[in-house]
């Protein structure tokens, strides 16, 4: 199955984007959020290290999807894929994809059975979805 | 200096240092360019990554490598720096690192190893950023050109390379100021950020400052 990391530059916004996602598809999907600095998580910020302990923490056959906020956070994300064993990195994916509206479409893909490549997909359409 | 031997462990250890003073010094000029075009922080997150930096290389096993000195500065930025520059200058560090393992000592054909290593580190995780887009990238690019030039290996040879890398990293950096952002923060300030000198080219400029300093103070 494919599980979900969420990655803010704020640790309560990414522990609220999980909440929500958790709320959504009651526990059948993996979600684990990474925000601020492991070292000191009132820092607004991201660090990859943090972000490489969470995709590990929740890599099952079927990949990760990262879902992130701002600018930075793709940074952060992009190394610490880097730093990850080749086998695993590969399973590894960042949606280019709103950081609520996108996770959220990933998490109700991947409920309903979804690939690593559905989940992105489905987070990426998020961008063209209106609100009003 | 030795002239087969251009820089060792110890040097580096001593770079570092150095770079964290500098960074200390440059602290509010730092934070002042980003307060113009980012988020007034770039400063502040320089020198505390660079202090915690320095802590952690008081702790260096005498054994360690060039290699060593790299990662640790590179893993303690990223554990340290919460805004792009801790996964930026974090990535360059550990990319220059992967040039560097099992060296104890570095020549000039290292050294540009090293440097060519850090710049497409820096590339790489920032989307395939280039000289003209008003980052980093405009100092470290033209810098890395003139070690890609040198094939002089001596001790003067480092020296004039670095200096000649100083002068084009000097070039490219005053380069950014007429620049609209293509990343970063600044990016979304769109024509405001034209006539600000980019905060993250200019730290990338004074490390390289830096190193062009103790190359020459270690030569004489």
């Known amino acids: 199955m494919v599980s979900i990391v969420i990655v803010s530059h704020s640790k309560r916004l990414a522990e609220g984007v999980k909440e929500l996602l958790n709320q959504t598809v009651k526990g059948n999907v993996i979600v684990e959020s990474v925000g601020g600095l492991a070292i000191d998580p009132k820092v607004i910020g991201t660090d990859p290290l943090a972000i490489k302990r969470a995709i590990l923490h929740v890599m099952d056959s079927g990949g990760v999807l990262i879902v992130c906020d701002l600018g930075s956070a793709i940074i952060s994300s992009k190394a610490a894929i880097k730093m990850l064993p080749k086998e695993i990195r590969e399973k590894v994916i960042i949606a280019d994809a709103p950081l609520v509206e996108g996770s959220f479409a990933a998490a109700v893909e991947i409920s309903s059975g979804g690939s690593l490549n559905d989940a992105r997909n489905a987070a990426e359409d998020s961008k063209n979805l209106r609100k009003v | ?220």
């Open chain 2, 1 to 220: 200096m030795d002239l087969t031997k251009t820089l060792d462990t110890s040097d580096f250890i001593e770079i570092i240092c150095r770079v964290s003073l500098v960074m200390e010094e440059n602290e509010e000029y730092l934070t002042d360019l980003d307060a113009a075009i980012g988020d007034a922080d770039h400063g502040i997150n320089m020198n505390r990554g660079f202090k915690s930096v320095v802590e952690q290389l008081k702790k260096t096993d005498p054994d360690s490598d060039v290699g060593d000195v790299l990662m640790t500065t590179g893993t303690v930025l990223m554990e340290m720096v919460g805004g792009a520059a801790g996964p930026l200058y974090g990535m360059m560090f550990t990319g220059m690192a992967s040039a560097a393992s099992d060296k104890k000592e570095v020549n000039n054909a290292d050294l540009a190893a090293i440097f060519i290593e850090g710049l497409k580190a820096v590339q790489d995780i920032g989307g395939g950023t280039m000289p003209g887009d008003k980052t980093m990238v405009d100092t470290l690019y033209p810098a890395v050109q003139e070690f890609n030039k040198s094939h002089d290996t001596t001790c003067a040879g480092l020296i004039n390379v670095l200096e000649r890398a100083l002068m084009a990293a000097d070039q490219g950096l005053k380069s950014t100021i007429p620049l609209i952002a293509k990343k970063g923060r600044a990016s979304y300030l769109g024509e405001r950020a034209v006539g600000h000198q980019d905060p993250g080219a200019t730290s990338a400029y004074l490390i390289i400052k830096v190193i062009y300093d103790f190359a020459r103070g270690k030569g004489e």
